[in-house]
């Protein structure tokens, strides 16, 4: 199993940008699709961005399209989240997750977790 360990999360103003990085351990970490999640208070854990084993491929949330960018870099064993133009909405715990799929958007292909980052953004 790969171990994963999200930071760079924080507080920010409405408008302005965060990058999140995942580091991975354990099992080779280019053998693994990656995705980013986040889940708001009081809501279900929700899809933001995922990328397959290459880097190639990404797919994003509609609500992060043009705003959010997931990359990868398997010689580091770490995942990027970049985010610019962060709204309030963008608030909550944001994790990253791997899976044995070559790419997914959905949580439950995920079966490592990190323990999540929080973002706040301020209005």
């Known amino acids: 199993q790969v171990g994963l360990v999200e930071s760079g999360g924080g507080l920010v103003q409405a408008g302005g940008s965060l990058r999140l990085s995942c580091a991975a351990s354990?099992?080779?970490?280019?053998?693994?699709?990656m995705g980013w999640f986040r889940q708001a208070p009081g809501k279900e854990r929700e899809f933001v961005a995922a990328?397959?084993?290459?880097?190639?491929?990404?797919s994003y949330a509609e609500s992060v399209k043009g705003r959010f960018t997931i990359s990868r870099d398997n010689a580091k064993n770490r995942l990027y989240l970049q985010m610019y133009s962060l709204n309030p909405e963008d608030t909550g715990v944001y994790y990253c997750?791997?899976?044995?799929?070559?790419?997914?958007?959905?949580?439950?292909?995920?079966?490592?977790w990190g323990q999540g980052t929080q973002v706040t953004v301020s209005s």
């Open positions: 990328i397959d084993f290459s880097g190639r491929r990404t």
């Open positions: 354990g099992r080779p970490f280019s053998s693994y699709g």
């Open positions: 997750a791997a899976t044995r799929k070559p790419a997914s958007d959905d949580a439950g292909d995920f079966g490592a």
